[in-house]
């Protein structure tokens, strides 16, 4: 397998040097040649294709290696436990009891899903997991623990480590923000009086939004005893929950829903006349140095656009030549623009006029909360006449951006 991987990494680094060289190509010829012919970005696009094909095996690769340690965890902690006597008797194994719950063995309709006790004491953040060598290894897997790294896979957001709160129960809370910096200091004669010079705070209340999530599968489904009905419920759970959170911690309004990070953030850079709002390598220079160091030097401070965004990034190049879009050297790595991370999210707006369409700044200024339980119920009555039952997953969760001093920017395509 070791060998198939360095193969497989190889074959990316040749694609990207076959894609660099074709686009070197057009920019050395003169005029409007520069630009690629209808073959060109044929094969451009073919492979910029192949790049994403091989990213994808890399991740399923790193996944199946992934399940393949937590399987061979949970048959040792089997192996290594007594029989027991009773098998309705379940004691303290929650998985054994969520797998009771979801067949309908325990004869409740309500499990709370929570974090165990060693969870507890850890960010969420951590939960993602994207390298063996993070810690992926040491980690058990629990029900809680794959719902929540299934979310945040298709969470743009979720992925940048934004601080995240997790509370007990869901009433309002407020977090202060800092809405201006201290001025500088300023000289001052002997016994002269000194002017005040204090920072500017806010506060940003935080609700529990609840998001819901219906789910129906078949007896026969649920009594197949071959079926990982745990991580089925949990991707399905996850992603859905994630895909509808997720959303809102981009592009809410912050009414009646998350503040979105894009609602939030600040403008950091305008496009150019003439370009119909897609952005340069100036541009995405200018944004860099429109958040401040401080932000900057932060371990959260990354880019995020859409993947349309992407394919437009790996074209460009800076003044020196040089890409400024580089590919991740190991699997479960992000890329990297201008040295920072990037982040891709479905819900950043496509590049276009006056479209909010690349974001960079800590993300760790962005918080989301998120109440402790994740409540999945059951039913076997919603839908009798098919045989089918009936599973419901309710999440309740924030988001706002907690410093509006600058900490995250948007390029915003020009208005004309």
Not at 118 to 125: F, K, S
Not at 266 to 288: E, M, P
Not at 379 to 388: G, R
Request: proline letters at 3%.
């Amino acid at each position: 397998m070791s060998d198939y991987i360095k193969r497989l990494q190889e074959r990316r680094a040749n694609v990207w040097e076959q894609t660099k060289a074709l686009l070197d190509a057009a920019e050395a010829r003169q005029g409007d040649e520069r630009k690629l012919t209808a073959e060109e970005e044929q094969t451009y696009q073919r492979l910029n294709a192949d790049l994403d094909a091989i990213d994808a095996r890399a991740k399923e690769l790193h996944e199946a290696e992934q399940r393949t340690k937590d399987a061979e965890a949970t048959f040792a902690g089997l192996l290594d436990k007594p029989q027991d006597t009773d098998r309705r008797d379940y004691g303290q194994d929650t998985d054994a009891q969520l797998r009771a719950f979801f067949k309908g063995e325990t004869g409740k309709r309500v499990f709370d899903v929570q974090p165990d006790a060693a969870e507890r004491r850890t960010d969420l953040r951590t939960l993602s997991k994207l390298t063996a060598a993070a810690g992926a290894n040491t980690v058990q897997t629990s029900f809680y623990t794959q719902l929540v790294q299934h979310l945040i896979e298709v969470s743009g957001v979720m992925q940048t480590n934004p601080t995240t709160l997790r509370t007990a129960t869901g009433e309002q809370i407020q977090i202060p923000k800092t809405t201006a910096h201290s001025a500088s200091a300023s000289l001052v004669a002997e016994a002269g009086t000194l002017s005040p010079n204090d920072p500017t705070f806010g506060q940003v209340p935080l609700d529990a939004y609840k998001y819901g999530f219906l789910l129906q599968i078949s007896h026969e489904l649920l009594n197949d005893t071959s079926v990982d009905l745990t991580g089925y419920l949990s991707m399905q759970a996850g992603r859905a929950l994630g895909n509808g959170f997720g959303a809102h911690l981009v592009t809410g309004t912050g009414t009646s829903q998350p503040n979105g990070i894009v609602t939030a953030s600040t403008l950091g850079a305008t496009g150019g006349t003439g370009v119909v709002g897609a952005f340069t390598a100036d541009n995405l220079i200018d944004l860099y140095y429109s958040v401040i160091s401080p932000y900057r030097a932060s371990g959260s401070c990354a880019w995020m656009m859409r993947d349309s965004s992407v394919a437009i990034l790996r074209k460009i190049k800076d003044t020196t030549g040089q890409y400024i879009w580089q590919p991740a050297l190991t699997a479960g790595t992000p890329d990297t623009v201008l040295g920072k991370p990037l982040y891709t999210d479905p819900s950043i707006p496509a590049t276009a006029l006056a479209a909010k369409s690349v974001l960079f700044g800590d993300f760790s200024q962005y918080f989301v909360r998120m109440v402790e339980s994740i409540r999945f119920e059951r039913s076997d009555d919603y839908a009798f006449n098919a045989d089918l039952v009936t599973y419901r997953a309710i999440m309740r969760g924030d988001g706002d951006l907690v410093d509006t001093t600058g900490a995250i920017k948007y390029f915003q395509g020009n208005a004309a």
